[in-house]
């Protein structure tokens, strides 16, 4: 009885919070209706889709092709439009502390994906790692933050065998200076426990791939058997 107390309590305090903060779109500003979260549906109309996961050899694996790394499959829910509005989206959620939005779309994303099955041959999450430095000055992970979601939805483990050694930021670099700037930057905590699994590499957004690129040299050195597919929250498409 305490407990039915408690939650009607809650409800009526949130239905004041909102009457009081009108919860609006993250995106446009636009005043929640009811059935919305985080995002209106006109924005979440609007998302530039990618689609890549519908297309077995799509943009992602063309971009992500190196020697001896092969990649089963890409996918990744929006095209990443500088200035746009939902590039911005991106920066917001990673910049001004709020992984809640990134969580959201990776709820939506992950649904569409299960429905599609393509999680099903996946049997570990690994996220892009953070150096702890920058983990504790941002005070999250955003590629773990999307992992958890991912996980939550099709109910793989995540893990947390990727670690990062600190590297300069990539913004502002081109693809060759991106790819020398991150070698060696990543590396496997725990080869054992990959060892003939299909690891699903996640990240919030690609540019060049040379993140997700140096990730996937780690793994397949630490552990050879391992099978590696991709998802990003965004894929940009400048080059
Ligand atoms: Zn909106």
Not at 1 to 23: C, E, H, N, Y
Not at 82 to 106: C, E, T
Not at 187 to 196: P, R, T, V
Request: a positive charge; proline letters at 4%.
């Amino acid at each position: 009885m305490k407990k039915v107390r408690t939650g009607i309590l809650q409800r009526i305090v949130s239905r004041l919070g909102d009457a009081i903060f009108p919860a609006v779109c993250e995106c446009c500003g636009r005043s929640l209706v009811d059935g919305e979260e985080i995002l209106c549906l006109h924005c979440l109309h609007d998302l530039p889709r990618t689609n890549y996961h519908k297309d077995s050899f799509n943009e992602l694996h063309k971009r992500l092709a190196a020697p001896k790394v092969p990649i089963e499959h890409a996918a990744s829910m929006f095209h990443y439009i500088k200035d746009s509005r939902f590039a911005l989206l991106v920066q917001r959620a990673k910049y001004n502390n709020r992984p809640i939005i990134i969580r959201h779309l990776a709820r939506i994303f992950a649904k569409e994906l299960n429905d599609d099955h393509f999680f099903d041959d996946i049997n570990l999450i690994l996220p892009i790692p953070l150096h702890w430095r920058k983990k504790l000055k941002r005070g999250f992970n955003q590629s773990e933050e999307i992992a958890k979601s991912i996980s939550e939805i099709s109910e793989i483990k995540y893990g947390d065998n990727l670690k990062a050694r600190p590297h300069s930021t990539q913004t502002r670099k081109n693809a060759i200076e991106r790819a020398a700037n991150m070698e060696g930057t990543i590396y496997i905590c725990n080869s054992d426990e990959l060892a003939g699994l299909h690891v699903l590499i996640v990240d919030d957004v690609m540019t060049t791939g040379a993140t997700i690129l140096t990730a996937a040299k780690a793994i397949l050195k630490a552990s050879p058997s391992t099978r590696i597919s991709v998802l990003t929250l965004a894929s940009s498409k400048q080059l």
